[in-house]
């Protein structure tokens, strides 16, 4: 009888990155990842450089965009304030994992 | 009796350094004798038993217990919140130290909270439930859009290595007006400091600073004593300014002659940080010289025209 195959799954990773402007080819000024497949933990602090110089590099390397900031009109007597990272693209990759991986 | 020394209080350049970044760091300005009272105070005694997260509530639940770090009323006048002979109260009494206090908050200001922040290293973390992680990045407190500004005094008694995970911050984050967790999406911030530093450094951070405590990857407790002081009257000029003038005529913008003026006061107040929104450096320029006119008390002081430009209107 032949050794059963192991199962596999997918399970999704998540990268957030915050560039300059509203385009998605400006620079990355801050990111965060998160790992569905549990093969790496990322958390706050745990790297001063960017994994992509641009939004657009992301896309060059397989991650899907998923979602970006709508531009919004400023709010009147409000226009000068500033407060949460404005540009934010959201991505996404499916990996397939081992089903002994699997949570 | 305890000999007082004149505070140092900060100049205009390091005044606008605040006011553009929001923070202040001194090294090491905290000498080992005060460092090592600290310490003995709080440090745990040498134990056999195996380190556990059951131990990181029993060793609070001691320092709070044993310690000298006293209990304090919110409100209390910082003159009169520790034992003199402490080596807090040695600590404040710093001429650095009170000068910063001074030109920062006043010199009446009072206390809002204190607390010794420890970060256990992984033996602590064994076994438990969820993976050591670190503190994700918060402002401290809730939305906040005053003028009027408190500041947290973070002392570090001991040497920080990078391996201890000293508080991380973002610097020229404090005028951003958020809501403490919600920022805690951003795991990285380009530009974003970690503190390593030499034993009895001392960093002052403007109230709304975005900061997160680090991952403690050695054998070793790391400690940082903070307190968070109030002002009890308006912010205005309690610096030293005779370093520069604090009203200067306009300069040439944009098409200038090439020539940096990195110490200028304009300069230090429009010097963007590498994590800013392109559009956005630019209000931050605008918050930054609204600070100063908070701080100087000139209602009409500008650099580089970024409110005089806005502010030409006609009725």
């Given at each position: 009888?032949?050794?059963?195959?192991p199962?596999t799954?997918q399970r999704q990773q998540?990268?957030?990155?915050?560039l300059?402007t509203s385009?998605l080819?400006?620079?990355?000024?801050g990111w965060?990842q998160y790992?569905?497949?549990?093969?790496?933990?990322?958390?706050?602090?745990?790297?001063?450089?960017p994994?992509?110089?641009?939004?657009?590099?992301a896309?060059r390397?397989g991650?899907?965009?998923l979602?970006i900031?709508p531009?919004?009109p400023?709010?009147?007597g409000?226009?000068?304030?500033?407060g949460?990272l404005k540009?934010?693209?959201v991505f996404?990759k499916?990996v397939?994992?081992?089903?002994s991986?699997?949570? | 009796?305890h000999?007082?020394?004149?505070?140092?209080?900060?100049?205009?350049?390091?005044?606008?350094t605040?006011a553009?970044r929001?923070f202040?760091?001194?090294d090491?300005?905290v000498?080992?004798?005060i460092n090592?009272?600290?310490?003995?105070d709080v440090a745990p005694?040498?134990?056999?038993?195996a380190?556990?997260?059951q131990?990181i509530?029993?060793?609070y639940?001691?320092?709070?217990?044993?310690?000298t770090?006293?209990?304090?009323?919110p409100?209390?006048p910082?003159k009169t919140?520790?034992p003199?002979?402490?080596a807090i109260a040695?600590?404040?009494r710093?001429?650095y130290i009170?000068g910063?206090?001074?030109?920062l908050v006043g010199?009446?200001a009072?206390?809002?909270?204190?607390?010794l922040?420890?970060t256990?290293?992984?033996?602590?973390?064994r076994?438990a439930?969820?993976?050591?992680?670190?503190?994700?990045?918060?402002?401290?407190?809730?939305?906040?859009?005053?003028?009027?500004f408190?500041?947290?005094?973070?002392?570090?008694?001991q040497?920080?290595?990078?391996?201890?995970?000293?508080?991380?911050?973002?610097?020229g984050?404090?005028?951003?007006?958020?809501?403490e967790?919600a920022?805690?999406?951003?795991?990285?911030i380009?530009?974003?400091?970690?503190?390593v530093?030499?034993?009895?450094?001392?960093?002052?951070f403007?109230?709304?600073?975005?900061?997160?405590?680090?991952?403690?990857?050695?054998e070793?407790?790391?400690y940082?004593?903070?307190?968070?002081?109030?002002?009890?009257?308006?912010?205005?000029?309690?610096w030293?300014?005779?370093?520069?003038?604090?009203?200067?005529?306009?300069?040439?913008i944009?098409?200038?002659?090439?020539?940096?003026?990195?110490?200028?006061?304009?300069?230090i107040?429009?010097h963007p940080?590498?994590?800013?929104?392109?559009?956005?450096?630019r209000?931050?320029?605008?918050?930054?010289?609204?600070?100063?006119?908070?701080?100087?008390g000139?209602?009409t002081?500008?650099?580089?025209?970024?409110?005089?430009?806005?502010?030409?209107?006609?009725?």
């Amino acid at each position: 009888m032949p050794a059963p195959t192991p199962q596999t799954l997918q399970r999704q990773q998540v990268l957030v990155l915050y560039l300059q402007t509203s385009a998605l080819d400006s620079l990355v000024v801050g990111w965060s990842q998160y790992d569905g497949s549990g093969e790496t933990l990322h958390m706050a602090g745990d790297s001063d450089e960017p994994p992509y110089a641009t939004g657009l590099d992301a896309l060059r390397d397989g991650w899907r965009l998923l979602q970006i900031s709508p531009l919004l009109p400023h709010a009147s007597g409000d226009e000068l304030r500033t407060g949460y990272l404005k540009y934010e693209y959201v991505f996404e990759k499916l990996v397939q994992v081992e089903h002994s991986h699997a949570h | 009796m305890h000999t007082e020394t004149a505070p140092v209080l900060l100049n205009t350049a390091q005044m606008a350094t605040f006011a553009a970044r929001g923070f202040i760091r001194l090294d090491a300005v905290v000498p080992p004798h005060i460092n090592a009272q600290f310490l003995a105070d709080v440090a745990p005694p040498q134990t056999s038993a195996a380190p556990s997260t059951q131990r990181i509530t029993k060793h609070y639940a001691r320092i709070m217990r044993d310690s000298t770090i006293p209990l304090v009323n919110p409100g209390t006048p910082l003159k009169t919140a520790y034992p003199p002979a402490s080596a807090i109260a040695q600590m404040l009494r710093l001429p650095y130290i009170r000068g910063a206090i001074n030109s920062l908050v006043g010199t009446d200001a009072v206390v809002d909270h204190h607390f010794l922040h420890i970060t256990f290293p992984p033996a602590y973390h064994r076994g438990a439930r969820h993976a050591q992680t670190s503190q994700p990045t918060h402002q401290d407190s809730t939305i906040d859009p005053r003028q009027a500004f408190d500041v947290q005094l973070f002392y570090f008694p001991q040497a920080v290595t990078a391996a201890m995970g000293g508080t991380r911050f973002v610097p020229g984050s404090h005028l951003r007006i958020v809501s403490e967790a919600a920022l805690a999406r951003y795991q990285n911030i380009r530009g974003q400091q970690h503190v390593v530093c030499p034993a009895g450094t001392v960093l002052f951070f403007h109230m709304g600073l975005w900061h997160g405590g680090g991952l403690n990857q050695s054998e070793d407790l790391r400690y940082l004593f903070k307190i968070r002081l109030c002002p009890t009257a308006r912010q205005c000029r309690l610096w030293d300014t005779t370093d520069q003038p604090l009203s200067t005529g306009a300069r040439p913008i944009f098409w200038t002659d090439g020539a940096t003026q990195a110490d200028h006061l304009f300069s230090i107040l429009t010097h963007p940080e590498p994590w800013y929104e392109a559009d956005t450096s630019r209000l931050e320029f605008i918050n930054r010289i609204k600070f100063w006119r908070y701080l100087s008390g000139d209602e009409t002081f500008d650099a580089d025209y970024w409110l005089t430009r806005i502010e030409n209107e006609f009725k």
